[in-house]
Structure formats: structure tokens, C-alpha cells
């Protein structure tokens, strides 16, 4: 990966970190996204120190706020002439409904909407430096979510928390799938990947007691970033493009994230909420 650029965000904690460590033994060039600075540094140091790659970049962004991802992209390119590899990892599974600093619910605007801008605002540097690939996190809970078009971010919806969360990974494979065809040709290619059930701090504003019997069951977050690495950096994926991966091997997602009407009409609504 000696000569590739890769962000990474979400990159100071879990599986973020991890893949990110994996690909900075690979000597990638890689360029964290992170939210906190005290926390994105501390992670930068580290796996620099771990891996003994000085390429390792820290860029500040809030991914809730449609605002900070432009800001981001606008420094990113003012000090990048490429980009190889996006990861969209960042998420977020919250159990209480709140709203992002855009209006819209928190599942919804970190997990879909921030990916979806982030790489749409991505695209000519990605096809520039092509080939590239995509990698965005999925999750086997989008089985449980569903699409309504009439409440999208299930607002006027009682329910519970994973079926926010799962709604907003849906939402997210329909659009990853959408670009793959979109895409076509370019030699960008997007994939899905679900890490598995893994111990990170995702949903971490659950009950101590719920979270406490859970994580008896839950993977470490270097094996929920193999997949992750592997599609960064393999050349048996490439030229592979909307897929859905777990354990490095192709699967098949939900019968509802392979409907192109969906699809299509997903990406309108999300092209007009992220103002592009």
C-alpha cells in the first residue's frame, strides 16, 4: 500500500483504529477523520509509535454536521492530490432519538446521509486516482430496518433503537449499491462490508448491565477490521464492485437493499437533504 492515500474515518477508537493501524504496517499514507482532537491525537501517536509509519494524518470533523464534512473535504484537498481508498466507518447507534446539528435524526445523519456526502464530495478526487475503492461499514442489523419514504428517519415512529440504527444501514447499502452502478467504468469500485458483532463503543449510551452481557458474545476490533483491510488493500477485489462482504467473502444482503426503484429514489432524496 507503499504510495496509496486512505482515509479512515472514525479512526481513534475501535474498528476505525484498527483498520487504520492495519493499513499504516502496509505503509499506506493514511489520513484519520476524527471528531475529538485530544482523542484523534492520542490514536495518531500511538499508531505511529505501533507501526513506525510517519504518514499517519489527523483531520478534525464532526460527522453530524453537514457543514464540517465540506470543511474537511475542502482542507483535505488543499493538502491531497489523491485518494485511493475512502472508509467510511464512522457510526453511531444511539437508543435515544436526537436531532443533528442539520435537523435530522442522529442515526440517520451520521450513518447514511454523512457517508453518502462525504463520498459524493470525494468523487472526482477518487476517480482522478482511480483505481480507488470505497468501503462502506454496513451492518447485518439493516436486515431488521426498513425504508419509508414517508418518515425516513422514523421521527413520528415509537420503536426500538436497533431499528433505527438498522434503517440507517439499509438506507446506506441501497445508496452503496446505487453508486456501484453508477460508477460503472470508472474504476472506482464500492463495497459493503458488516465487521461482525464487535466490542467497540458503538451504542455505548446503552444500560451498563445490557451492554455488560453483550459484550461476553462480542469480537475484538482487529478481527472486525480484517474485512475492512482486506478490501482496502487485496487485489482479489479488484474490479469487485457492489458487493456486500463479511469474513472476507462475498454474501447477500437483505431481498430490500437489492430494490433499484429504492435505490434510486433514496439517492434523490438524499441529494436534496445534503444540499448537493
Known amino acids: 500500500m507503499e ?13 476505525g483504529k ?20 485530544a482523542r484523534g491525537e492520542e490514536a495518531q501517536n500511538e499508531i505511529i509509535d505501533l507501526t513506525g509509519n510517519n504518514n499517519v494524518d489527523l483531520l ?7 457543514k464540517e464534512i465540506r470543511d474537511f473535504v475542502s482542507e483535505f484537498k488543499s493538502k491531497y492530490q489523491n485518494l485511493h481508498v475512502l472508509i467510511n466507518n464512522a457510526g453511531v447507534m444511539l437508543s435515544k432519538k436526537l436531532l443533528s446539528v442539520d435537523g435530522f435524526e442522529m442515526n440517520f445523519a451520521v450513518n447514511h446521509l454523512a457517508p453518502f456526502l462525504l463520498t459524493n464530495l470525494l468523487l472526482d ?47 446506506l447499502t441501497l445508496v ?27 451504542g455505548r449510551d446503552r444500560s451498563s448491565t445490557r ?5 461476553k458474545f462480542l469480537k475484538s476490533p482487529e478481527i472486525g477490521a480484517e474485512t475492512s483491510i482486506f478490501l482496502a488493500s487485496s487485489p482479489e477485489v479488484e474490479g469487485i464492485t457492489g458487493k456486500y462482504f ?21 439517492w434523490e432524496i438524499s441529494t436534496e437533504m445534503t444540499k448537493l
Open 3 to 15: 504510495g496509496k492515500i486512505c482515509i479512515v474515518t472514525g479512526a481513534n477508537s475501535g474498528i
Open 125 to 171: 478526487i477518487l476517480k482522478k486516482s482511480a483505481p480507488s475503492r470505497i468501503i462502506n461499514l454496513g451492518s447485518a442489523a439493516h436486515r431488521m430496518g426498513k425504508i419509508d419514504f414517508e418518515d425516513l428517519q422514523k421521527k413520528n415512529k415509537k420503536g426500538r433503537f436497533f431499528r433505527l440504527y438498522g434503517s440507517s444501514k439499509l438506507a
Open 246 to 266: 463479511a469474513k472476507k467473502k462475498e454474501k447477500p444482503s437483505s431481498k430490500d437493499s437489492y430494490n433499484e426503484e429504492y435505490a434510486k429514489r433514496l
Open 176 to 202: 452503496s449499491y446505487e453508486l456501484s452502478r453508477k460508477l460503472e467504468g470508472s474504476h472506482v469500485i464500492v463495497n459493503v462490508v458488516h465487521p461482525g458483532l464487535i466490542n467497540t463503543k458503538l
Open 211 to 215: 451492554n455488560g452481557f453483550a459484550n
Open 60 to 66: 478534525i470533523c464532526d460527522l453530524s454536521s453537514q
Open 18 to 37: 484498527a483498520t487504520a493501524i492495519g493499513l499504516a504496517k502496509m505503509n499506506a499514507t493514511v489520513v484519520m477523520l476524527c471528531r475529538s482532537r
